[in-house]
């Protein structure tokens, strides 16, 4: 079978779209990030507009993928459930809004950035993994023998909302004293008395040398360490990848979650769990969502090649 030529993701963020296209086997064609503000549905014009402005640019694609927030329908063809913001996105099909002929594949941004990270990064040959995402607030997924952990809802791989504090406050999903609690931006002015309001702010500070600064980030590495731990005994993965805004810490966060994982991780046989950051950056939800388009085009045309073009890490759920 000729293999066609390219493809595009979208990742719709909070405040920006960003877009790959790529071919069949992820080589990347081109990449582009435009801002919107939320409201009136900006998002919506904002997507459409870029996969029209990339269409112009480098020709029309086979299949198109999509990644945003909130639990994904069982269908792929829309965002189910998103309360709060991007007003707009719950049950909007984006098959129909992007007036596409192959179904739009519409998939978590989380879950995404691990299908992106198993087709073309950190996750390459994996078949269980598991993914955090750390930036305001903490997401996350999960690849279990191969195959991406949907769960029933959607909800699969939200490890932002475990808890490691039993008697701490509820979160946005009622969790007491969840790990997002500890460790994303929405929470830290409570947990810096004011003084921090993003957690890039605070690891500058700690990479000042600032004590309280270098305590409070202490005891995020200690619960997020905490939550890896738990999270390994229950899916027991071959590697952990850490990804989002705050991956980019390098040392200041590899280096001390490391030796607090160190204190809690069991290790039957002396196992040791792989800590990875992320490769693919703010791509990596795009990449994610234009594998599943590439997954939707083979199966509609040669579903035996599925496999062998991707590979087992970014087989269909």
């Known amino acids: 079978m000729t293999l066609p030529s390219q493809f595009i993701g979208v990742d719709l963020g909070g405040s920006s779209v960003k877009a790959v296209v790529v071919g069949p086997r992820a080589e990347l064609i081109a990449h582009a990030n435009i801002p919107f503000i939320d409201r009136n549905r900006e998002w919506a014009k904002a997507v459409k507009e870029l996969v029209a402005s990339l269409e112009h640019d480098f020709g029309r694609a086979q299949a198109v993928g999509l990644s945003a927030p909130g639990l994904a329908n069982r269908n792929e063809r829309c965002i189910a459930h998103l309360p709060g913001r991007l007003i707009g996105l ?29 087709w073309n990064g950190a996750a390459v040959g994996l078949r269980n993994v598991v993914l955090y995402t750390l930036g305001t607030g903490v997401g996350g997924a999960a690849m279990v023998d191969g195959r991406l952990l949907r769960g029933h809802l959607g909800r699969g791989g939200h490890f932002g909302h475990v808890t490691v504090d039993f008697l701490g406050q509820l979160d946005d999903v009622r969790t007491p004293g969840s790990l997002e609690m500890e460790l994303g931006n929405r929470s830290l002015a409570r947990r810096s008395n004011g003084r921090f309001s993003t957690t890039h702010t605070l ?60 204190q809690f991780e069991w290790r039957p046989g002396g196992a040791k769990v792989r800590l990875l950051p992320a490769e693919l950056g703010d791509l990596a939800g795009a990449y994610g969502a234009a594998s599943q388009a590439v997954i939707r085009w083979l199966e509609a045309h040669d579903a035996a090649t599925t496999q062998l073009i991707l590979g087992e890490g970014v087989a269909a759920p």
């Not at 099909?93 to 941004?109: A, C, F, S």
């Open 203 to 262: 690891v500058a500070a700690c990479q000042q040398g600032d004590p309280m600064a270098m305590a409070i980030w202490r005891r995020s590495l200690k619960a997020f360490a905490a939550a890896i731990a738990s999270t390994i005994n229950v899916l027991d993965p071959e590697a952990v990848i850490v990804g989002g805004g705050i991956s980019h810490a390098g040392p200041v966060l590899f280096g001390p979650l490391q030796a607090e994982l160190d």
């Open 90 to 118: 719950e049950g909007l099909d984006w098959t129909q809004y992007l007036e596409r002929p192959l179904l739009v594949p519409v998939l978590n941004d989380a879950h995404a950035a691990l299908l992106g990270e198993a």
